[in-house]
C-alpha cells in the first residue's frame, strides 16, 4: 500500500523567507502527485501536479515542486513566501497506474509572520 | 466552474444516531470519494465509488456505509454514531479518464456528543 510522509507538522516563517516542505512516498511504481492546500476556513483546492515530463512543475501563486524519482520525493517549493501563504498543506500520491485513489500525507501547517 | 456541494456545513449528532452526509456533484464525474480529515492525520479514506452502484471500501469504512444511487450524488451512512466518529468530512469527485484530480467540497464538520 501506498504512504506519504511529510516531515514537517509545523513550519514558522517570516515573510520572504523561502520554503521548502518535504514530502516522500513509498510505492516505487508509476505515481501521479499533488500537493493541495487549505487556507483557514476554506476546501481543498489544488496546488500543482505531477504527471509525467519535467519534474519541475510549477503551479499556482509562485509555488513549484520537484519530482525526484530515485528519493521518491516530491518537495513543494517557494522562494519568498507571503502572509496569505499561511494554510495546511498536503501531499498526495496515486496509488499506482491507472489508480484514482490517493493517499494523503498529515499535512504540514505553515504560519506566516509578517 | 467545478462545483461539489455537501449537504451541510456543520452537524452535531447523538451518539447511537444514524447520520447521513450527502454530496453532490454537477460535472457528470464518475469517480466520487469520502474522507475524513482529523488534526495532525491528514486525510484518510473512507470509501470511493466509481459508477453508480459501485463501491470500494477506503482505509477505514469501519462504522461507515455508502450509498450512490445517482451519478451526481454520493452519500455516506454513518450507521450508528460514535463520539470517535467526530470529525471533518470532505467529499471529492474526479473528471474524466486521465485527469487524476480531486475536486472537493467544502466538508461537513460532524460532532457526535
Known amino acids: 500500500a501506498q504512504s506519504v510522509s511529510q516531515h514537517n507538522h509545523h513550519v514558522i516563517l517570516s515573510e520572504a523567507a523561502s520554503l521548502e516542505l518535504g514530502c516522500n512516498y513509498s510505492?516505487?511504481?508509476?505515481?501521479?502527485l499533488f500537493w493541495y492546500v487549505q487556507y483557514p476556513g476554506q476546501h481543498l483546492q489544488l496546488l500543482l501536479k505531477?504527471?509525467?515530463?519535467?519534474?519541475l512543475v510549477k503551479g499556482i501563486k509562485g509555488f513549484e515542486a520537484e519530482f525526484i524519482k530515485s528519493k521518491f520525493s516530491f518537495n513543494l517549493r517557494k522562494p519568498s513566501v507571503q502572509w496569505s501563504d499561511t494554510a495546511e498543506y498536503f501531499c498526495?500520491?496515486?496509488?499506482?497506474?491507472?489508480?484514482?485513489?490517493?493517499?494523503f500525507g498529515k499535512g504540514t501547517k505553515l504560519s506566516v509572520i509578517p | 466552474d467545478v462545483k461539489v456541494t455537501q449537504s451541510s456545513r456543520y452537524l452535531v449528532k447523538r451518539t447511537g444516531e444514524k447520520v447521513f452526509l450527502e454530496c453532490v456533484q454537477d460535472?457528470?464525474?464518475?469517480?466520487m470519494f469520502w474522507y475524513r480529515q482529523d488534526p495532525g492525520l491528514g486525510l484518510r479514506l473512507i470509501y470511493f465509488?466509481?459508477?453508480?452502484?459501485?463501491?470500494e471500501k477506503g482505509d477505514i469504512p469501519e462504522g461507515y456505509s455508502v450509498s450512490r444511487e445517482k451519478k451526481e450524488r454520493f452519500s455516506l451512512i454513518l450507521e450508528s454514531a460514535s463520539t470517535n466518529q467526530t470529525s471533518m468530512y470532505l467529499c471529492?469527485?474526479?473528471?474524466?479518464?486521465?485527469?487524476?484530480?480531486?475536486?472537493f467540497g467544502p466538508g461537513t464538520r460532524l460532532t457526535v456528543t
Open positions: 510505492y516505487g511504481g508509476t505515481v501521479n
Open positions: 471529492a469527485s474526479i473528471g474524466g479518464r486521465l485527469t487524476y484530480e480531486q475536486y
Open positions: 498526495a500520491v496515486t496509488n499506482g497506474a491507472g489508480s484514482y485513489q490517493l493517499t
Open positions: 460535472m457528470d464525474h464518475e469517480n
Open positions: 465509488s466509481y459508477d453508480v452502484k459501485m463501491k
Open positions: 505531477y504527471f509525467s515530463g519535467d519534474p
